[in-house]
Each structure stands twice: as C-alpha cells, then as structure tokens.
C-alpha cells in the first residue's frame, strides 16, 4: 500500500527567505506525486504533480519539487516566501494505472513572519 | 468555468441520524472523488466514482455510501452518524479516473453532536 511521509508539522520563515518542505514516500514503484496547498476553511489546490520525465516540476505561485527516486522523496521547494503563502501543504501519491486512490500525507502548516 | 461545487457547506446532525453530501463535478470531469478531513488531518480517501459505479474505495465501514449520476454529480451518505463523523468531507472531480489529479470542492463541514 502506498504511503506518504511529511516529518514536518509546522514550520516558521521569515518573508523573503527560500523554503523546503519535506516529503517521502513509499510504493513500490515510481508513483504519481503531487502537492497541494489548502487555505484555511478552504478545499484544496493543485500545485504541482510529477508523472514522469523530468525530476524538477515547476508549479504554480513560483513553486518547484524535485522526484528523487533514491531517496523515495518529493520536497517542495521556494526560493523567497510571500506572507499570502502562509497556509497548510499537502503532499500525496497515487499508483500509477488504474482507478486512482490518492494517498495525502498529514500536512505541513507553514507559518510566514514579516 | 465553474469549479467543484458541494452543498450544504456546513451542517450539524445528532447521533444516530443519516447525512447525505452534494457535489457537481468540474466541468468536463467524469470522475468523482470523497475525501473526510479531521480537525489537524490530511484527507482520508473515502471511495471513486466513474461510470456511475464505486471504482476504489477507502478504509470506511459500509455506513458511508454513495452515488454518481449520469450528469456526473454524485452524492455521499452516511447512515448512523457517531461523533467522530465530525470532518470537513471533500469532493474532487478528475478529467480521467486513472490520471489522480484532483480538483477540490471547499468542502462541507459536519458536525455531529
């Protein structure tokens, strides 16, 4: 069964400082990847996803994640973080083939300082 | 283009009651999905709607059920509600089933008291 792993609960940055969020996974092969972004009282949105190709994704909102098969690892990543990025991030697998049953890590509570 | 809608966006219920969740896929999306989020919890996949029939389904006891229309609406029940029902329950709609490239609905938040 397929898995995800985000060891961080919540992190502080200071606004304009580079962020990276961590992600692991576990499946058996290379899965889909994703990671999603969920404001307060809000539903969730897409930011990026990794199917295959190139192991650097660039997404929306000036985010990127890096595929890292050895590692079994997806990290998001930012290189200067805005206040309005303050939010809760979500990463999550899917198998590859087949009727899709996303798996979403716990989250990941990002807390943005002037 | 409208996204995913769901409906009621809050509710509150007794014990013992039943439930039922409302959600209108993204336009040109045939694939349906549920997911309960507690308080501090990443989503839990509940199950899969394509073609009117339960594709894959999560860890969740037969008291959750749904349903898909032919216009790719669907709706999620849940029959004798307990307290830890409590979550926002949240729709996303695919363009493919087999893609897992979700867009979410905000959700509804029940409450079971």
């Known amino acids: 069964a397929q898995s995800v792993t985000q060891p961080d609960i919540h992190i502080t940055v200071s606004e304009g400082a580079s962020l990276e969020l961590r992600c692991n996974y576990s499946?058996?092969?290379?899965?889909?990847l994703f990671w999603y972004v969920q404001s307060p009282g809000q539903g969730l949105q897409l930011l990026l996803k990794?199917?295959?190709?190139?192991?650097l994704v660039q997404g929306i909102k000036g985010f990127e994640a890096e595929f890292k098969r050895s590692q079994s690892s997806f990290n998001l990543r930012k290189p200067s973080v805005h206040w309005s990025d303050a939010a809760e991030y979500f990463c999550?697998?899917?198998?590859?083939?087949?009727?899709?049953?996303?798996?979403f890590g716990t989250g990941t509570k990002l807390q943005v300082i002037p | 283009d409208a996204g995913v809608t769901q409906s009621p966006t809050h509710l509150i219920k007794t014990r013992g009651q039943q439930v039922t969740l409302r959600c209108s896929p993204k336009?040109?999306?045939?694939?349906v999905s549920w997911y309960q989020q507690a308080l501090g919890q990443g989503p839990q996949f509940i199950f899969q709607?394509?073609?009117?029939?339960?594709?894959q389904r999560g860890n969740f006891p037969d008291r959750f059920s749904g349903h898909q229309f032919p216009n790719y609406s669907s709706e999620l029940n849940v029959n004798a509600l307990l307290l830890g029902d409590s979550a926002l329950y949240l729709c996303?709609?695919?363009?493919?089933?087999?893609?897992?490239?979700?867009?979410f609905g905000e959700g509804s938040r029940l409450t079971v008291l």
């Open positions: 996303a709609s695919s363009p493919r089933p087999e893609t897992g490239e979700l867009f």
């Open positions: 499946y058996g092969a290379t899965p889909y």
């Open positions: 990794y199917f295959s190709g190139d192991t």
């Open positions: 999550a697998v899917g198998a590859r083939g087949g009727y899709q049953k996303v798996t």
């Open positions: 336009s040109g999306h045939d694939t």
């Open positions: 709607y394509y073609e009117e029939e339960e594709r």
